[in-house]
């Protein structure tokens, strides 16, 4: 049994299953738009958010450090992913490279684990839309019925329509057309940029340099518990670590790491790429590299204008304006964190459907969800099914109820794709790879102890998710994938001939 669980799938296999014309993506994305995909899905709540919160609690001005210590932390991952998007160029990003590499049972795993992480990701970014919405819709004058607002400490039944509508919405995009959703998606991380760019702009003028004063805090400058332990903060991190000096920095990297999280979804968009063996790896490392950017000045420009010390935990850029005598970019930032929400949920929504659709069509979930819809040329079945559940989800579940974001899959997938590189690098040398890791095997280490490290920081009811999670995978693999894999069927139909004696 052994070694039909770790068969792997080679990649000329994987690349040929794309061709088949009932199952077979439609190639539309050029470089551009992957990059466009990857600023819209790490660009979302954290720079709005995290940037007051690590510098308050651990690395004052030197935030800025912690973003580029993150940032490289993401980037020894993304240089793996970016050498298995441009070789393997196939949907389902990790699940696929896993196949490839270290056989089907680890691949099942991973997917099955990604399924899940981009469900979670895609209800409480839906969630949270809605919770900025109301709050604009509240400055107007304007408030939801009761019952269909957010369900948020709520004691009676109730739907968060506006939730659910989001996800509606997007799934129907995503089944018109992968270059709609580019269109789309290009549209708001343009108007989501700008936003970005206006703080960084604008509030570079209101910068004392005094509160830089100290750069690198040694201690904790209020005695106040740590905004860490905040409500929000702990539903999307789970922990809340107040380290300072030095060691603050690289606290404060492992929080605001998770703000990054979202580039690998580039990967699962491979398929559907025109020339994914130059593209992919510009737009995963492209996109890192603008994002890094753009949170580096963010938490330079924030700290500047006001002392980290006085700096908010929910809002700090907005409030940051407010203190210097400029409350109308509250309201414009709190626009741009809506707009920006919008497109994560979108990509997360794409990300997931495109994993759903690879493990079908490898027969390890049913074959039914691997077709085609035959004028828009886009997984519809896995689509719109997932669309459906993650709305309802999304509408009847209060935020706190749906868990942390679970970035243990994630991770997870990091470790595999890293550990995958040097395995792939070593049974298939003679691949072709139009973009190669740099340093094998010392990159893919790095990424794996970086990745691990930050997975033993996370609480223990995540592992415990993961467990219940996991279990209920391999549950669904013996008794179904196992045995309908395409993979197995294929080495049963190469033995029975020799099985029967031979032709007649």
Same mark, same amino acid.
């Given at each position: 049994m052994s070694s039909t669980l770790f068969r792997t799938k080679k990649v000329e296999q994987s690349i040929l299953d794309t061709e088949e014309p009932e199952h077979a993506l439609k190639k539309s994305l050029s470089a551009l738009d992957l990059t466009v995909f990857g600023v819209g899905v790490i660009i979302g709540t954290g720079i709005f958010v995290l940037t007051g919160t690590v510098a308050k609690d651990n690395a004052g001005p030197a935030t800025a450090l912690a973003f580029v210590a993150a940032g490289v932390a993401c980037a020894l991952a993304a240089l793996c992913y970016a050498e298995f998007a441009s070789t393997v160029p196939v949907a389902g990003s @990790?699940?696929?490279? =896993?196949?490839? =590499?270290l056989g089907? #049972?680890? @691949?099942w795993i991973i997917g099955w684990d990604l399924v899940l992480e981009f469900a979670l990701g895609t209800a409480v970014v839906a969630v949270g839309w809605s919770g900025y919405i109301q709050s604009l819709l509240e400055n107007a004058g304007w408030t939801m019925p009761a019952g269909l607002g957010s369900r948020e400490g709520a004691d009676t039944f109730g739907f968060d329509i506006l939730a659910a509508a989001l996800v509606l919405v997007l799934t129907v995009i995503l089944v018109i057309g992968m270059k709609l959703s580019a269109r789309i998606t290009s549209l708001v991380v343009a108007i989501k940029v700008t936003v970005v760019l206006v703080v960084i702009v604008a509030g570079a003028f209101l910068i004392d340099g005094k509160n830089y004063d100290p750069f690198i805090p040694k201690e904790k400058p209020? *005695?106040?518990g740590s905004s860490l332990d905040s409500p929000l903060i702990q539903l999307m991190f789970g922990w809340a670590p107040s380290n300072f000096g030095v060691m603050g920095i690289f606290t404060a990297a492992s929080v605001v790491f998770f703000a990054f999280i979202g580039f690998d979804v580039v990967a699962t968009a491979a398929e559907e790429t025109k020339n994914p063996q130059r593209d992919m790896p510009r737009g995963i490392i492209g996109s890192l590299i603008i994002c890094t950017t753009l949170y580096v000045l963010v938490s330079i420009v924030v700290t500047g204008m006001q002392h980290y010390s006085r700096l908010s935990v929910d809002a700090p850029l907005a409030d940051a304006f407010k203190a210097t005598g400029h409350p109308w970019f509250a309201g414009f930032i709190s626009f &741009? *964190? @809506?707009?920006g929400l919008t497109t994560v949920c979108m990509i997360l929504l794409l990300g997931q459907t495109r994993v759903f659709f690879a493990m079908s069509r490898d027969g390890l979930l049913p074959r039914f969800f691997s077709h085609v819809h035959p004028r828009f040329k886009t997984p519809h079945r896995p689509t719109i099914l997932l669309g459906v559940l993650i709305a309802i989800l999304a509408g009847f579940t209060p935020l706190t109820? #749906? *868990?942390a974001l679970v970035n243990i899959g994630t991770l997870f997938a990091f470790v595999v794709v890293a550990i995958g590189v040097i395995i792939l690098r070593k049974s298939r040398p003679d691949l072709p790879r139009s973009f190669r890791t740099p340093w094998v095997p010392v990159i893919p280490i790095l990424s794996v102890c970086a990745s691990l490290w930050l997975m033993i920081n996370l609480p223990a009811e995540t592992w415990v998710r993961? &467990?219940?999670w996991m279990a209920v995978g391999f549950l669904v693999y013996f008794l179904y994938g196992r045995t309908h894999s395409r993979l197995a069927r294929r080495e049963e139909s190469e033995e029975a001939p020799s099985a029967g004696g031979g032709p007649a």
């Open positions: @990790a699940y696929t490279f =896993s196949y490839a =590499s089907e #049972l680890p @691949a209020v *005695a106040a &741009g *964190a @809506a707009v109820e #749906l *868990a993961f &467990g219940i």
